[in-house]
Nanobody, 118 residues
Framework: QVQLVESGGGLVQPGGSLRLSCAAS????????MGWYRQAPGKQRELVAL???????NYADSVKGRFTISRDNGKNTVYLQMNSMRPEDTAVYYC????????????WGQGTQVTVSS
């Protein structure tokens, strides 16, 4: 079993920055991709950014050039640096880890609220 704990959410003004962290713990064999998703009220959960174990990244068009995903494989931790934030970035942000042991399995964090408002 793998547990994910997110931190770093909160309230920020438009144009401001936040940094989210997500640390994986538990019975870890190998973590493949890690990523951040978000879900705004009344909307479906959507991918924000993804990073593979080798460092390849993928971003939603809406955050390209503003958000940066990174990871520390030694700490099993993924980060999301969010700059130039907009009100439409307001959502609950969820961390996901793809764990491999015999087969692949997705694990999710509990979510952290991010609110962009003046």
């Amino acid at each position: 079993q793998v547990q994910l704990v997110e931190s770093g959410g909160g309230l920020v003004q438009p144009g401001g920055s936040l940094r989210l962290s997500c640390a994986a713990s538990g019975r870890i064999f190998r973590i493949d991709a890690m990523g951040w998703y978000r879900q705004a009220p009344g909307k479906q959960r959507e991918l924000v950014a993804l990073i593979t174990s080798s460092g390849s990244t993928n971003y939603a068009d809406s955050v390209k050039g503003r958000f940066t995903i990174s990871r520390d494989n030694g700490k099993n931790t993924v980060y999301l640096q969010m700059n130039s934030m907009r009100p439409e970035d307001t959502a609950v942000y969820y961390c996901k880890a793809v764990h491999f042991f015999v087969n692949f399995r997705n694990y999710w964090g509990q979510g952290t609220q991010v609110t962009v408002s003046s």
